[in-house]
């Protein structure tokens, strides 16, 4: 799903490119799961934006990293940010 919609998203003129793998999210999902059951749900809240921030790590410009200027940091620094 996020191969597609990065395929079809572009920022400032350039398509985007999902690099991400099923693996690498499973494996975080793994983790997020034993650190919401161990601590008893303190973690949950945390959960969401560290899905989101994996996903931007994950999604590039397809110039490279410098295809978006209009994200603070590029693409590869995290999530966007309003300038």
């Given at each position: 799903m996020e191969r597609w919609r990065a395929k079809h998203s572009y920022v400032d003129g350039q398509r985007l490119a999902f690099t991400g793998s099923a693996t690498g999210l499973f494996g975080?999902?793994?983790?997020w799961f034993l650190l919401?059951?161990?601590?008893?749900?303190?973690?949950l809240p945390w959960v969401g934006p560290r899905i989101a921030q994996w996903k931007w790590e994950h999604t590039d410009g397809q110039g490279g990293s410098s295809a978006a200027p209009?994200?603070?940091?590029g693409?590869?620094?995290g999530c966007p940010q309003a300038l």
């Open positions: 975080r999902w793994i983790l919401i059951v161990i601590p008893l749900d303190i973690y209009g994200l603070v940091g693409l590869r620094g």
